[in-house]
């Protein structure tokens, strides 16, 4: 059965039991009805014919006999490495650890941590991070050692996390009656030469929003896209969301919510439909357009005013 929403099922925990099971099989194979059994009612046998193919052409799987797909190089590298405390993704879970499944990356001439990234990154000869590419000089098992690129262009981009964890849509809602505000109240208070629109929605909907809003108003990020907006002009109204245009942008702009949601392990060897598919389930979007459909503009009182300034320094 085909299904349109992965709202209570991550499809990347498909790839995470395709590993496993491959680990366990007496066979080292697997096929594909057999993984289709297993899956019933949450990934089609078209589902699974665009993973593996996925996973074949990232050198995980390989073609055994007729229908049969066996562990690639790059898999049973995996499998080497997961008795050590090296290993990017464990086959035995599609939960993503803070932390454990991360390593710091230090500039060699500073010595200073400057990110954070999954270990899987490990595999990468050059990276770049916020854009300036760098070299990989060693890995000490707790942090790699980072110096500027000495070679050509650098086409791989870096994932990393900031120490900052993302600000959650259900804590989001709870901080306007800490401050004595209403909820479902976009506050509104005059901040230098424009206005700071606090919305409440936390980091995911916040950007979704600001993003929305700037094809019809001037409206740029703060520090805390979370809570706020800076726009230029007052606005008496917010502009209405439809689920479809939402939906429409999230399909364009998928992966920069990847890093936001919880999605999996394993997501980032999803096939694009997928990941979109996935994003757009773990996003909600009836919810982002009930929240911000909700919200009507009110101006700050003087006392909310200084206590909603300081939130933003």
């Keep these: 059965m085909e299904i349109d929403e992965f709202s209570s099922f991550r499809p990347s925990v498909g ?67 997961q008795a050590t405390e090296h290993a990017p993704l464990s086959i035995y879970s599609n939960i993503e650890m803070s932390g454990a499944g991360q390593i710091k990356i230090r500039d060699h001439h500073s010595r200073r941590v400057v990110a954070r990234v999954d270990r899987q990154w490990l595999e990468r000869d050059v990276l770049t991070l916020e854009g300036r590419p760098l070299e990989i000089e060693w890995y000490d098992g707790e942090a790699l050692w980072v110096s500027a690129y000495r070679g050509g262009d650098a086409a791989s981009r870096l994932r990393y996390m900031s120490a900052r964890q993302v600000l959650g849509y259900t804590l989001a809602q709870l901080l306007p009656a800490q401050l004595g505000l209403e909820p479902r109240k976009a506050t509104l208070i005059s901040y230098e030469d424009g206005w700071l629109l606090f919305h409440w929605l936390g980091d995911v909907y916040g950007r979704a929003l600001l993003d929305l809003m700037s094809y019809t108003l001037a409206v740029e990020e703060t520090v805390q896209p979370g809570l706020c907006l800076r726009l230029w002009d007052e606005p008496r109204t917010l502009p209405p969301c439809e689920p479809e245009r939402v939906r429409r942008y999230l399909r364009d702009h998928y992966r920069r919510y990847e890093p936001m949601l919880a999605l999996g392990a394993y997501h980032s060897l999803l096939p694009a439909n997928l990941r979109r598919r996935a994003v757009e389930a773990q996003f909600g979007v009836e919810q982002f357009v009930r929240a911000t459909n909700s919200l009507s503009i009110e101006r700050a009182s003087e006392d909310a005013t200084q206590e909603l300034g300081e939130l933003i320094i």
């Design 15 to 81: 790839i995470q039991q395709i590993f496993s099971l491959l680990k366990q099989s007496p066979t080292g194979a697997v096929r594909l009805n057999p993984l289709a059994e297993l899956f019933s009612g949450m990934l089609s046998s078209d589902n699974l014919r665009e993973i593996v193919g996925k996973l074949q052409s990232l050198g995980y799987l390989k073609s055994g006999r007729a229908g049969e797909y066996r562990p690639g190089e790059r898999l049973n590298r995996l499998f080497d490495l």
